[in-house]
């Protein structure tokens, strides 16, 4: 999982932008999303341990120091959304407005749970737990 914590970080650090880094994150339950999202506010030196959002949807993480030039870390979690709340959910959580503040990183977990989110992926990350190994996959948008 380091080789591709770093990857993303690369990745992340080439990209020159006007607003938030979004990653999406894909995979069945139990595949390593919520590890490699601990893994990566390791390296943010997010000193709280970072947990699943599943049941508050968002969580907010302020970065001690600016890190690859950002301040906040958002996680969301939209695996208990049904479909038919999706729009009224990214309201309340404020998406569109935490996707454009350009000193925000955040990681969605189950983005397809959304059939259209209102914000595009920087980088999609597809997670795969086989035997007693993650397979994780980095596709740069």
């Not at 894909?26 to 506010?41: A, C, E, R, V």
């Not at 479909?83 to 983005?111: A, G, H, M, Y």
Request: with cysteine.
């Amino acid at each position: 999982m380091k080789e591709e914590i770093e990857r993303l970080k690369e990745i992340i650090t080439n990209k020159n932008k006007n607003t938030a880094f979004v990653v999406f994150l894909y995979g069945d339950l139990g595949s390593g999303k919520t590890t490699f999202t601990q893994s990566f506010g390791e390296t943010l030196k997010i000193k709280k341990k970072i947990t699943s959002p599943t049941y508050q949807i968002r969580k907010d993480y302020k970065l001690d120091e600016n890190i690859m030039g950002f301040c906040n870390f958002v996680h969301i979690d939209l695996y208990r959304i049904e479909k038919k709340d999706i729009k009224e959910t990214l309201k309340i959580i404020d998406l569109q407005n935490i996707s454009n503040i350009k000193r925000n990183i955040v990681f969605i977990e189950w983005p397809d749970k959304a059939e259209k989110l209102s914000v595009e992926a920087d980088t999609k990350v597809f997670f795969q737990h086989k035997k007693d190994k993650y397979i994780i996959d980095i596709k740069e948008q």
